[in-house]
């Protein structure tokens, strides 16, 4: 089943990004606390959404947060999804392709003319995966990121 999160699934869904950032050999990097996710999804200006996967017994097994972005080209928005995590013992039964299924959904409802996300290089199952479903590279395009001390230096706060 797949349905919106609820304040009562924080726990679960920071377990569940947890396990995600390990998984991507980046668990230091993953300091998000239950209560800033908590105010992120459900506060006074929620800045992302999440929808959660879960089993018959109705235990959260995976999980999507995802955001509005926009184009300037498109002219609309679009939904750019954060983090997309189906347990291991969970995989193959449809739950993550449920949740792009849905998040897809909220596009074509909403008008949005994209959804985009990010895949490491190297996770060739997701990789697969997301081909399956007719998602294509966009090979022409980096990603770049300031962190830490490089985005205080590019503030001109150091």
Known sequence: MIRPATPADIPAIHTLIR???????SLAEARATEDQLHTALF??????HAHVATDPTGTVI???VWFLNFSTWRGVHGIY?????VRPEARGAGHG????????????????????????NWNTPA???YESL????????????LTDEALIQAAGSA
Do not use: N
Not at 19 to 25: P, V
């Open 81 to 85: 999804l954060e983090d997309l995590y």
């Open 134 to 145: 007719g998602a294509r590279p966009q090979t022409d395009w980096t990603v770049y990121r």
């Open 127 to 129: 990789i697969d995966f």
């Open 62 to 64: 995976g999980y999507a």
């Open 43 to 48: 506060g006074p200006h929620p800045a992302a």
């Open 97 to 120: 392709k449920a949740l792009l299924t849905e998040l897809a959904r909220i596009c074509v409802d909403r008008g949005y003319q994209r959804l985009e996300w990010a895949v490491l």
């Open 19 to 25: 396990e995600l950032a390990d998984y991507e050999k």
